[in-house]
């Protein structure tokens, strides 16, 4: 089948991987001169399973009010834009459950697991050089209850995968020196072996190289203006 892939960040790039791995004919259109330009040029490159609750959470509606119009807020929210928000709100306000929180949070961490798999299955079969570490995240905590609270919330999810061990003070200095110094300020952590960072342009970079290298025609300075439809299908990008 003749794919095309309309964006070449890492997300686009890896598809046009797996779709090329399967035996498609691949083409990615891209608006910018190279390949991961935006969002994946600029992140930070954490592939990981340690973050994987979403912000519809119970008590979160309560928060957002408590936060409104504070521009330092960890969830911004402006009075200008609640007009606009209506609808995403009331879909927000119902996935603060209890129940729909843990299930969201389930999915995003078999979404996380799937992704680590990946980085390591295209890495080892690239051959990619892209300044890993695979030393995993390290969570700190101030409080004592805090810690508790988040390693309950992971032992909760260690059956579908999570991989995590508690630090104590002590622990987490061993885990990372440069905590010495502030060290009586931390309660714990907790130490997430499995993730892993990098330099997210050079994985790109790779990734999309090794693809022109096995047939995947990148059209870098394309930018896409809409698709043409026939007989209810795509039929082409324009």
């Given at each position: 089948m003749r794919v095309s892939v309309l964006g070449a960040?890492?997300?686009?790039?890896?598809?046009?991987?797996?779709?090329?791995?399967?035996?498609?004919?691949?083409?990615?259109?891209?608006?910018?001169?190279d390949v991961a330009q935006e969002a994946s040029f600029a992140n930070g490159g954490i592939v990981h399973a340690s973050e994987v609750m979403p912000w519809s959470q119970p008590g979160m509606p309560r928060n957002v009010l408590r936060w409104l119009g504070k521009e330092d807020a960890p969830v911004l929210l402006r009075y200008g834009a609640i007009p606009r928000v209506g609808r995403w709100g009331v879909e927000f306000l119902r996935n603060c459950t209890a129940e729909r929180f843990r299930a969201n949070t389930l999915a995003n961490l078999r979404l996380a697991l799937l992704s680590q798999r990946a980085f390591k299955e295209v890495r080892t079969d690239v051959g990619l050089d892209y300044d890993l570490n695979t030393k995993g995240c390290l969570k700190i905590y101030?409080?004592?209850?805090?810690?508790?609270?988040?390693?309950?919330?992971?032992?909760?999810?260690?059956?579908?995968?999570?991989?995590?061990?508690?630090?104590?003070?002590?622990?987490?200095?061993?885990?990372?020196?440069?905590?010495?110094?502030?060290?009586?300020?931390?309660?714990?952590?907790?130490?997430?072996?499995?993730?892993?960072?990098?330099?997210?342009?050079?994985?790109?970079?790779?990734?999309?190289?090794?693809?022109?290298?096995?047939?995947?025609?990148?059209?870098?300075?394309?930018?896409?203006?809409?698709?043409?439809?026939?007989?209810?299908?795509?039929?082409?990008?324009?």
């Open positions: 960040g890492v997300v686009g790039t890896m598809t046009a991987y797996y779709l090329m791995k399967r035996g498609h004919a691949v083409e990615v259109f891209e608006r910018h001169d101030c409080s004592a209850a805090a810690l508790d609270a988040a390693a309950r919330l992971s032992e909760s999810m260690r059956s579908f995968g999570m991989n995590f061990t508690v630090a104590d003070r002590r622990g987490c200095v061993a885990l990372e020196p440069a905590l010495r110094e502030t060290a009586d300020g931390i309660a714990g952590g907790i130490h997430f072996p499995g993730d892993e960072l990098g330099d997210s342009y050079k994985f790109t970079r790779g990734v999309a190289d090794h693809c022109r290298r096995s047939g995947v025609a990148f059209h870098t300075g394309s930018d896409v203006q809409g698709l043409e439809a026939s007989a209810g299908a795509i039929a082409a990008v324009r």
